[in-house]
Protein backbone atom coordinates (compact mmCIF):
# COMPACT_ATOMS: atom_id res chain seq x y z
CA UNK A 1 0.00 0.00 0.00
CA UNK A 2 1.54 3.51 -0.69
CA UNK A 3 1.26 6.54 0.93
CA UNK A 4 -0.52 9.41 -0.53
CA UNK A 5 1.85 11.68 1.40
CA UNK A 6 5.13 10.74 -0.56
CA UNK A 7 5.78 12.30 -3.29
CA UNK A 8 7.71 10.33 -6.53
CA UNK A 9 11.13 11.51 -8.08
CA UNK A 10 9.04 13.11 -10.79
CA UNK A 11 7.11 15.69 -8.27
CA UNK A 12 9.84 16.81 -6.03
CA UNK A 13 10.84 20.17 -7.35
CA UNK A 14 14.80 19.63 -7.70
CA UNK A 15 16.53 21.00 -11.18
CA UNK A 16 20.53 21.18 -11.81
CA UNK A 17 21.85 23.69 -12.83
CA UNK A 18 24.45 24.63 -15.95
CA UNK A 19 27.19 22.80 -13.70
CA UNK A 20 25.51 20.36 -13.22
CA UNK A 21 24.82 20.34 -9.72
CA UNK A 22 21.48 20.04 -8.20
CA UNK A 23 19.37 22.90 -6.15
CA UNK A 24 16.11 22.65 -4.99
CA UNK A 25 13.88 25.71 -5.71
CA UNK A 26 14.41 26.73 -1.81
CA UNK A 27 18.11 28.00 -3.09
CA UNK A 28 17.77 29.36 -6.40
CA UNK A 29 14.88 31.64 -5.50
CA UNK A 30 16.21 35.25 -3.93
CA UNK A 31 15.80 38.54 -4.20
CA UNK A 32 17.69 41.38 -5.44
CA UNK A 33 18.83 43.63 -3.09
CA UNK A 34 20.54 46.80 -3.54
CA UNK A 35 22.43 46.97 -0.02
CA UNK A 36 24.44 43.75 -1.12
CA UNK A 37 25.12 44.98 -4.74
CA UNK A 38 22.94 42.22 -6.40
CA UNK A 39 21.15 38.87 -6.27
CA UNK A 40 20.81 37.37 -2.97
CA UNK A 41 19.42 33.92 -2.72
CA UNK A 42 16.86 32.89 0.43
CA UNK A 43 16.61 29.62 2.43
CA UNK A 44 18.81 28.47 5.43
CA UNK A 45 22.57 30.78 5.74
CA UNK A 46 25.60 28.64 5.24
CA UNK A 47 27.13 28.28 8.42
CA UNK A 48 30.99 28.91 8.21
CA UNK A 49 32.84 29.72 11.29
CA UNK A 50 36.32 31.31 10.25
CA UNK A 51 39.69 29.88 10.86
CA UNK A 52 41.35 30.98 14.29
CA UNK A 53 42.90 34.25 14.25
CA UNK A 54 46.24 34.26 16.73
CA UNK A 55 48.05 37.30 16.37
CA UNK A 56 50.96 35.93 13.98
CA UNK A 57 48.68 36.77 10.54
CA UNK A 58 48.12 40.18 9.28
CA UNK A 59 44.83 41.50 10.96
CA UNK A 60 44.41 43.24 8.04
CA UNK A 61 44.17 40.69 5.54
CA UNK A 62 42.05 38.33 8.81
CA UNK A 63 39.72 41.08 8.54
CA UNK A 64 39.18 41.29 4.87
CA UNK A 65 38.30 37.27 5.52
CA UNK A 66 36.58 37.78 8.42
CA UNK A 67 34.28 40.21 6.95
CA UNK A 68 33.39 37.57 3.93
CA UNK A 69 32.52 34.92 6.07
CA UNK A 70 30.07 37.63 7.99
CA UNK A 71 28.36 38.43 4.60
CA UNK A 72 28.71 35.40 2.94
CA UNK A 73 26.59 34.13 6.37
CA UNK A 74 24.51 37.33 6.67
CA UNK A 75 25.41 37.32 10.37
CA UNK A 76 23.97 40.85 12.03
CA UNK A 77 26.53 42.96 14.33
CA UNK A 78 25.97 40.96 17.90
CA UNK A 79 26.91 37.26 15.60
CA UNK A 80 30.07 39.49 14.18
CA UNK A 81 30.86 40.11 17.44
CA UNK A 82 30.78 36.87 19.08
CA UNK A 83 32.42 34.70 15.97
CA UNK A 84 35.54 37.38 16.06
CA UNK A 85 35.63 37.06 19.70
CA UNK A 86 35.77 32.50 19.32
CA UNK A 87 38.10 32.93 16.88
CA UNK A 88 40.73 34.44 18.25
CA UNK A 89 43.58 32.54 19.84
CA UNK A 90 46.77 32.25 21.56
CA UNK A 91 48.21 36.08 22.26
CA UNK A 92 45.23 37.70 20.30
CA UNK A 93 42.74 35.63 22.73
CA UNK A 94 44.79 36.68 25.49
CA UNK A 95 44.76 40.45 24.29
CA UNK A 96 40.72 40.10 24.03
CA UNK A 97 40.45 38.81 27.73
CA UNK A 98 42.49 41.63 29.19
CA UNK A 99 40.12 43.83 27.82
CA UNK A 100 37.05 45.65 29.96
CA UNK A 101 33.68 43.61 29.38
CA UNK A 102 32.22 47.05 27.81
CA UNK A 103 35.23 46.85 25.33
CA UNK A 104 34.45 43.25 24.91
CA UNK A 105 30.60 44.18 23.68
Known amino acids: MTD ?4 SDSEVDFNVNENGRGES ?7 FDEAYGGFYRRGPRPNIKPDPYS ?9 EY ?3 CAELSQWNEKEKLLYLATSLKQQ ?5 SSLPVAEKR
Open 4 to 7: NNDQ
Open 55 to 63: GDEDWDQYL
Open 25 to 31: REYQEGQ
Open 92 to 96: ARMHY
Open 66 to 68: FED
